[in-house]
T-cell receptor, first 112, second 115 residues
Framework: AQSVTQLDSHVSVSEGTPVLLRCNYS??????LFWYVQHPNKGLQLLLK??????LVKGINGFEAEFKKSETSFHLTKPSAHMSDAAEYFC??????????FGTGTRLLVSP | GAVVSQHPSWVICKSGTSVKIECRSL??????MFWYRQFPKQSLMLMAT?????????EQGVEKDKFLINHASLTLSTLTVTSAHPEDSSFYIC???????????FGEGSRLTVL
């Protein structure tokens, strides 16, 4: 079975500083990986996805992630945090046809 | 982008009653919809896969008689929590797969509180 591990339950940054949210995956074959964002009491919004094309994936709102097979990682980054980025972020792996396995989530806190 | 709507967005009910939550794909047809449950400050857990015109496929540990799923049309799936109890209180989220692109779109969730 595939799985993802989000290494940090909380990440705190100051506005304007870089963001790094870490994710490691476990998969027996080439995975499809996603990052979703969830604002309080809201559904999920897709930030970006990796599906075996370019290893550096650019998403919405300035986020990007790099697929590193050798490290089994898919970390999410953003050069400069904005207050509106404060939310819960989920790293997700696809376990076959549209069946998603979610990580435990990382709460991003952004201070002024 | 495609829109998935859930209704109600929040509901409070008494213990022992049943509650129905609707998931609609507003601008595309979805042969497959997924239902997730999210406990406070936790991740989403897949409950079941709903296929239009056939029985839902439940994940291990999910009681199918407790959580009834009906996918009667290509734009609507419903989740009914039967004889709800306080431990069923949770945030329920659905997603729908666009037939043309295969991409998944999520609803905004329904918060159920059972008193």
């Amino acid at each position: 079975a595939q799985s993802v591990t989000q290494l940090d339950s909380h990440v705190s940054v100051s506005e304007g500083t870089p963001v790094l949210l870490r994710c490691n995956y476990s998969s027996s074959y080439s995975p499809s990986l996603f990052w979703y964002v969830q604002h309080p009491n809201k559904g999920l919004q897709l930030l970006l996805k990796y599906t075996s094309a370019a290893t550096l994936v650019k998403g919405i709102n300035g986020f990007e992630a790099e697929f590193k097979k050798s490290e089994t990682s898919f970390h999410l980054t953003k050069p400069s945090a904005h207050m509106s980025d404060a939310a819960e972020y989920f790293c997700v792996v696809s376990e076959g046809f549209q069946k998603l396995v979610f990580g435990t989530g990382t709460r991003l806190l952004v201070s002024p | 982008g495609a829109v998935v709507s859930q209704h109600p967005s929040w509901v409070i009910c008494k213990s022992g009653t049943s509650v129905k939550i609707e998931c609609r794909s507003l601008d595309f047809q979805a042969t497959t919809m997924f239902w997730y449950r999210q406990f406070p400050k936790q991740s989403l857990m897949l409950m079941a896969t709903s296929n239009e015109g056939s029985k839902a496929t439940y994940e291990q540990g999910v009681e199918k008689d407790k959580f009834l799923i009906n996918h009667a049309s290509l734009t609507l799936s419903t989740l009914t929590v039967t004889s709800a109890h306080p431990e069923d209180s949770s945030f329920y989220i659905c997603s729908a797969a666009s037939g043309s692109s295969g991409e998944l779109f999520f609803g905004e969730g329904s918060r159920l509180t059972v008193l």
